[in-house]
């Protein structure tokens, strides 16, 4: 599966975002698919992962309530929406496909299909 990451760009505190991550190669249907982001100077870290039974995400508690990911089978797509933007959000955002256990889905280790990232900067 190849995983095209797109929508990243430069907003105010306060906007909104909309991330999309395409799939090629393969569908995402049977996969488990996160975000994660890596802010500058600071190592990478999980942001919001879509389980396979498509059920409600779950988030890194700084997002909670901002972010929204979301998949569309159709169209072979995932997202990720994000409201009320901060600085503190400002980073490279990739998407990612796996199939990890409960206990690893926020572990990038878990993962074995990245997207390029896409960077979103938010200024203050």
């Known amino acids: 599966v190849q995983l095209q990451a797109s929508g990243g760009g430069l907003v105010q505190a306060g906007e909104s975002l909309g991330l999309s991550c395409a799939a090629s190669q393969g569908t995402f249907t049977s996969y488990t698919v996160a975000w994660f982001r890596q802010p500058p100077g600071k190592e990478r870290e999980f942001v919001a992962v879509?389980?396979?039974?498509?059920?409600?995400?779950i988030y890194r508690d700084s997002v909670k309530g901002r972010f929204t990911i979301s998949r569309d089978s159709a169209k072979n797509q995932v997202y990720l929406q994000m409201n009320s933007l901060k600085p503190e959000d400002t980073a490279v955002y990739y998407c990612?496909?796996?199939?990890?256990?409960?206990?690893?889905?926020?572990?990038?280790?878990?993962?074995?299909?990245w997207g390029q990232g896409t960077l979103v900067t938010v200024s203050s």
């Open positions: 879509s389980k396979l039974n498509n059920s409600n995400g």
């Open positions: 990612a496909a796996g199939r990890p256990i409960t206990t690893t889905m926020r572990s990038d280790k878990a993962y074995y299909y």
